[in-house]
């Protein structure tokens, strides 16, 4: 067995995601007691159920850095393994979801958003650019900033969530090999 086959064997199976909607009109909508629709965090929460994991948390925020900090701050806090947070990743001005996400990450996984670029580009072509979605881990945990579009929730989730239980195990230490890295683990990667 390869030392990623036995990483992902080794892995927990079932993770906690907590969802996070970057829109500032959503939002608006939300508080003034329109109705609106969240058809990216619907089908964020679908896949998630569909990948046999648990969609936790589920949360709508306007594109402002200092609520966007701060559900990254309560995720890092909580029992959740993963953090997905749609919108905000693109050019406008008011795009500000990466670079208010970025410095938390211990480690950013540049591949994640090369691999869903590529991806994209076989269907939407040089607009895939476009998107500076992202990921990385901080505490133990992954962080992913993904594109607001349903397209592109779902490009991604479906392209990538079968290797997130395999990041989620190394960045909590299992493959540290150490007392110390399974603790800390063991914190974050108990089965259920």
Known sequence: MKPHEKHRADARHALIFDIVTVSSSRFKMMHSGSEYKDESG???ARLILEAGHTAGNR?????????????????????????????????????????????FFEKELTGFGELLRS??????????????????????KLIVCLPGSPEGVETALRSFI????????????????NAAGHANSKNHLTKH
């Open 59 to 103: 949360t709508l925020l306007p594109d402002e850095k200092v609520m966007i900090r701060r559900a990254v701050q309560d995720f890092l806090k909580n029992g959740a393994h993963v953090l997905v947070l749609i919108g905000g990743t693109g050019v406008s001005p008011s795009d500000v979801t990466v670079e208010t996400v970025v410095p």
């Open 42 to 44: 619907d089908l964020a």
């Open 119 to 140: 991806i994209s580009y076989q269907t939407i072509g040089s607009a895939a650019m476009l998107t500076r979605a992202t990921a990385g881990t901080a505490k133990g």
């Open 162 to 177: 079968s290797e997130f239980p395999h990041i989620v195990s190394i960045a909590g230490g299992l493959e540290t090999g």
